[in-house]
């Protein structure tokens, strides 16, 4: 089954770390990362731009608006995210765990991806 983990992060305390305490953080999951990928279990992911580059649509009474910035101002931000491969919620959970700043500097959401039926193409 698909999971979604969705990183959140304090961007403004990400940012006052050094590049070398940056990279040292992003370095700990290494290992983990590796294994992931060799077993198969990560299908893919990438970490985002700070919200200072987002814009946010809505469409209202038939009308677009477009706001900079993410819709809901929150003490944490989507810093990142990846797919995964997992047998159940539990294994999950655990890839998850072990996930570089876990408890440290950001949390992780775990949500299963509903799997849409196909239309063929034409």
Known sequence: MEYM???????????????AEQQ???EECGPHVQDLIARGKILGGAPLHPTSTAATVRVRDGKRLVTDGPFAETREQLGGYSLIDAKDLDEAIDIAGRLVGTGTWSTIEVRPVVQL???PSA
């Open 24 to 26: 040292r953080a992003m």
């Open 5 to 19: 983990l969705l990183v959140y992060m304090d961007e403004q305390a990400w940012a006052k770390l050094s590049d």
């Open 117 to 119: 039926k196909r239309v």
